[in-house]
């Protein structure tokens, strides 16, 4: 029988206001190592939640800085929410059917308690689903996929259309990198901060590498984590589950026996595991 999810929730909560401005948010997503904060009135009920996604929509379309953008106006509500007492598996099913990487966890009086996270749900699959199932059972085969030269305005396009944390770099079908709505987020905000305008380019010309000064639009590889983790099709699932545990990562490119790209495991796919585990 699947545990309740008080055994395994994150609590105390990380939370903000809803007067509370972006640029709070998005520093209390970097101190604390997060992807969502909690938005709660004053009795401590959940008002709402801000997730990474949230953050990346909000800085791609509109020209306002993010210290004059309320947490109100950007987050999910009304939030989702369950008791202490609701199965593991039944949580893996109510994300999935909403579309969404956590619920909050709350009392009688309905106020938070706690926060369960896709996160959570691949510790508790990982430590008790071991040798049960293969990458190749739950992976998702169809990967949005762009080349190292893709603008990162496209790879935002891309995130928010098919509404998904990452997308993978390929070279020749073989994954070369990995970008995350976290290194949008933190990325390109970064770069603004330092007053970058050029960067430098390699072009290679004769068997001679080139460097050349253009104008900053930021490429896929200036942001790209590289080389990828990633899991072969025929690794177990539960161990593909670790790895992404321990390099606190959300996704791992999958490769077929001769390392091309053939689909990507996420939290998202172990949450599918869990569901069917009843």
């Not at 801000?50 to 509109?62: G, L, W, Y």
């Not at 495991?265 to 172990?270: A, L, P, R, S, Y």
Request: aromatic fraction near 4%; glycine fraction near 4%; proline fraction near 5%.
């Amino acid at each position: 029988m699947s545990s309740p999810v008080s055994e395994i929730m994150s609590s105390p909560v990380i939370s903000v206001t809803p007067q509370d401005p972006l640029s709070h948010v998005r520093k209390l997503m970097l101190r604390h190592n997060i992807t969502r904060v909690v938005v709660v009135a004053e009795d401590e009920r959940p008002l709402g939640v801000i997730t990474q996604k949230d953050v990346v929509r909000a800085m791609s379309s509109t020209e306002r800085g993010i210290e004059n953008i309320l947490a109100e106006e950007i987050m999910s509500s009304p939030p989702i929410t369950v008791t202490p007492d609701t199965p593991v598996s039944k949580v893996a099913e109510k994300m999935l059917e909403s579309n969404i990487s956590s619920l909050i966890v709350v009392d009688d009086e309905g106020k938070v308690l706690g926060i369960v996270t896709k996160t959570d749900l691949c510790k508790y699959f990982a430590a008790k689903f071991k040798g049960k199932v293969k990458v190749r059972d739950f992976m998702t085969k169809s990967v949005v996929s762009v080349s190292r030269s893709t603008s990162v305005y496209r790879v935002i396009d891309l995130m928010t259309k098919y509404r998904i944390d990452r997308v993978v770099v390929v070279e020749n079908r073989e994954p070369v990198g990995i970008i995350t709505a976290r290194d949008l987020v933190f990325g390109v905000h970064e770069f603004k901060r330092r007053g970058v305008k050029y960067v430098r380019r390699v072009e290679r010309s004769w068997g001679y590498r080139i460097y050349r000064k253009v104008p900053l639009v930021l490429l896929a590889e200036d942001l790209m984590s590289s080389p990828p983790i990633v899991a072969k099709e025929s690794d177990d699932l539960a161990q593909a589950t670790e790895i992404m545990l321990r390099e606190g990562i959300s996704g791992l490119p999958v490769v077929d026996a001769e390392g091309k790209l053939s689909g990507i495991v996420t939290k998202t796919d172990i949450a599918r595991a869990l569901a069917s585990m009843r």
